[in-house]
């Protein structure tokens, strides 16, 4: 194994554990026994534990980049692509049901912690929320933020409530509502949806 593929497994396996256990109750002993390495070659490649945490973000933010331009490619508009974000929940709704969103548990447990990376973790967050932003922008809607930090404290909700739960019928039922959602934005102005909001009153 070379030093970079060692390294590199080091970073997976420290991702599943704090995404799995949490990063304050995640020790070097739990990642080196998960890649079945020595402490004293651990010692080689990290020296503490907020180190892994920054190559873990670090990995994470690249994921979703990579992720994003995937989506980018896929995607024929911009409707398209914002289902893709939604059906997040769907694609992973086995791991969501058991530990909640890796993105919101990581930020969340850091703020408690005061820890020094909290910033970096919530460029997670960051990232959703600019190309999101930008999606509703091409939609032509003005409200682009709002819509797109909408969108995101609802995905938050449906994860963190299908845990408590564990209700997998729940992220189904909330995803078809989210769908229909943002069919109903498509191409509507801010005013036009004020106006039919109004009229059903």
């Known amino acids: 194994m070379t030093a970079k593929s060692t390294r590199e497994h080091i970073v997976e ?15 070097f002993s739990d990642i080196a026994d998960a890649v079945q390495i020595s402490r004293g070659n651990f010692y080689y490649y990290f020296k503490t534990k907020d ?15 990579k992720m994003l331009q995937r989506w980018e490619v896929e995607g024929e508009t911009p409707e398209d692509r914002i289902r893709s974000f939604i059906f997040i929940l769907i694609a992973n ?5 058991r530990y909640g969103c890796p993105v919101g548990t990581l930020c969340s447990e850091l703020a408690k912690l005061n820890h020094a990376s909290q910033g970096e973790a919530n460029k997670l967050f960051t990232l959703f929320r600019t190309w999101l932003r930008r999606q509703f922008a091409l939609l032509g809607r003005e409200d682009a933020d709002e819509l ?3 969108i995101l404290a609802r995905s938050q909700g449906v994860a963190t409530l299908a845990s408590a739960f ?3 019928r729940f992220i189904k039922q909330e995803v ?9 934005y498509v191409g509507k102005t801010a005013s036009e949806l004020s106006q039919g909001t109004r009229a059903r009153h």
């Open 93 to 97: 709704r086995a791991d969501i049901k």
């Open 51 to 65: 180190e892994i945490l920054d190559a873990v973000i670090n990995e994470r933010l690249a994921n979703t980049r």
């Open 176 to 184: 078809e509502q989210m769908c229909d959602w943002l069919k109903s």
């Open 166 to 168: 564990r209700d997998e």
């Open 13 to 27: 396996a420290a991702d599943d554990l704090f995404y799995r256990q949490g990063f304050e109750h995640t020790s």
């Open 148 to 150: 797109a930090m909408h």
